[in-house]
């Protein structure tokens, strides 16, 4: 049997041959980075290789660093091992990372979700030997409904709420998570309030050519529209002053993690929206299984649960330990940088 093409080193994930990182934890000199989530794309590195939708994004987070853009599905060779970023449908940019050396091939999914949005480049599974795949909601328990389902139901509580003169608070993830409610609204109902945080990445967004309605700052929306309002923030901005200044609003969750028996009620909000940009238990198993892969590894998330199903499957299953958070919990803190053009 031939040596593991990716293993994980302090640093984090290694491509041995490659002898370049993947999504690495720590300062490494060259890293390949499947997605600009905080936990994903880290500071540091001497040299970033990304997809080229997601150089933006990842500039905007990371400041002025040294990346290169990879079109999807463009092949790059380095130090004899052929590279190429694949489609992985979790955010703008997002990318599974395809390796093949001597005739073998490894994937790494990063994040990944299988069914497609309007604000990112669909899932494409890729065939491989080995694949190693995340496991955030990989338990049986987490099955999602149709987003346009979700989109509906956040539009009819939003629509109630106006009717009563009351603000919409949504509470989601800055970056992907915020940029997708936002495409499934309906902007008749009234104007579309948002948070510095999710500005900024609306504007990349937008740059990138991904259609979103038209959103507004606090300060430009007149005080008697804020009653008719909904309001996109990052979980951080719960319980700040920020905040109250849209009165007695009603507020709400949207994650994958709402599909939990009381995590609502731990949120203090009064609605919780499923709505996740990560693969259900049956999108992992549906990607999984599409790879044609005899060997899986699980990183992130529930890892014993996914390996010991897979191995009943008769496929050769293990975990990898890394340092990935979840991103559909917490905003995971984006350092602060003051680029060029002096934006914070
Ligand atoms: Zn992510
Ligand atoms: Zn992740």
């Given at each position: 049997m031939s040596a593991d093409m990716v293993i994980v080193r302090n640093e984090g994930l290694y491509c041995v041959p490659g002898q370049f990182y993947i999504d690495p934890w720590r300062p490494v000199e060259r890293a390949v980075i499947t997605h600009a989530h905080g936990d994903h794309a880290r500071g540091g590195h001497q040299h970033y290789l990304t997809a080229a939708p997601g150089v933006q994004v990842l500039k905007s987070r990371l400041g002025p660093v040294n990346i290169t853009g990879l079109a999807y599905g463009e092949q790059v060779v380095h130090n004899g091992v052929t590279v190429s970023l694949h489609p992985a449908g979790h955010v703008l940019g997002s990318a599974q990372v395809r390796m093949a050396y001597r005739g073998e091939v490894w994937v790494a999914s990063g994040d990944y979700k299988v069914e497609a949005d309007n604000t990112c480049t669909p899932f494409e599974p890729v065939r491989c030997d080995t694949f190693i795949t995340e496991s955030t909601f990989g338990l049986p328990i987490y099955r999602w409904s149709p987003q346009q389902t979700i989109f509906d139901e956040v539009n009819t509580w939003w629509a109630a709420n106006a009717q009563q003169g009351r603000a919409s608070v949504l509470l989601g993830y800055s970056f992907g998570k915020a940029q997708r409610l936002l495409s499934g609204l309906d902007p008749s109902l009234g104007p579309i309030i948002c948070h510095g945080a999710v500005q900024t990445l609306n504007e990349v967004y937008r740059e990138s050519g991904m259609w979103l309605p038209s959103t507004a700052m606090v300060g430009e929306v007149a005080h008697g529209e804020i009653g008719r309002s909904i309001v996109l923030a990052p979980p951080?901005?719960?319980?700040s002053p920020w905040i109250k200044r849209f009165g007695d609003f009603s507020d709400a969750f949207a994650s994958g993690w709402m599909q939990l028996r009381g995590a609502r009620r731990r949120r203090g909000v009064d609605r919780g929206f499923v709505l996740s940009d990560h693969a259900d238990w049956p999108g992992l198993l549906t990607a999984i299984t599409a790879t044609g892969a005899q060997r899986v590894i699980v990183t992130h998330g529930s890892i014993a649960v996914l390996v010991r199903w897979l191995q009943q499957q008769g496929l050769q299953a293990s975990g990898f330990d890394t340092e990935y958070g979840d991103d559909e919990a917490e905003e995971v803190p984006v350092p602060t940088v003051v680029g060029g053009d002096g934006r914070a």
């Open positions: 951080s901005a719960a319980g």
